[in-house]
């Protein structure tokens, strides 16, 4: 659906190569980073999301499950895929083509409004930070929101009174509104008004 941009990447992969947002790394140790989720929870605030345009998305879709898909009734795409050795099942099941064409459908459905510039808040990094990586804080509002409530599910989920989970509640969305709102305070600063920083 998304790529990342290509200069934010490339300003990523050289910070991490020369060491200056971590210990040095090698070409091998960022793609066995990449295939983890710590990564994206580390560096995906320094990563702008490019959505990509509808076409694409759909022939990349058809090339998936041209790739996966184990029968072909079409002779110009062939089947791609193997069934399980064990169980000999396939992959996907009766419904997985009609998923994939209703996917095909709404793709264009699934554009940002505005150009990338616009659909994010670039926070300029401290003078003092060593790998001088911009801070990307993005304007679609599902994300900020799903992160938050990533971490609610967690507060009831031990046996606690009804009057401490909505305690803790209260505080860790007063804690997440206050690091939001000192996130936005630091858009308005430009590089050169360090003193006020």
């Known amino acids: 659906m998304y790529h990342c941009n290509d200069e934010d990447h490339e300003n990523l992969l050289k910070a991490l190569k020369e060491g200056t947002l971590s210990g040095k790394c090698t ?19 320094y990563l702008r999301k490019e959505i990509r345009p509808a076409n694409v998305m759909c022939g990349m879709m058809d090339d998936w499950f041209a790739q996966f898909k184990c029968t072909s009734s079409d002779n110009s795409r062939l089947a791609g ?77 031990c046996g606690m009174r009804s009057t401490l989970t909505d305690n803790l509640n209260l505080t860790g969305t007063a804690r997440h509104n206050l690091t939001i709102r000192h996130k936005r305070l630091l858009i308005s600063l430009t590089p050169e008004n360090t003193a006020q920083r």
């Open 27 to 45: 070409d091998k140790e960022i793609s066995e980073l990449k295939s983890t989720k710590t990564f994206k929870q580390r560096y995906d605030r």
């Open 81 to 157: 895929g193997r069934k399980d050795p064990i169980s000999g099942d396939t992959l996907f099941s009766s419904e997985t083509k009609g998923a994939v064409d209703e996917c095909k459908k709404k793709a264009t459905h699934l554009q940002d409004p505005l150009p990338l510039d616009q659909m994010y808040d670039v926070i300029q990094p401290s003078p003092n930070a060593s790998h001088q990586l911009k801070e990307c804080l993005s304007r679609r509002g599902e994300l900020c929101l799903e992160s938050f409530h990533l971490m609610l599910p967690h507060f009831g989920n």
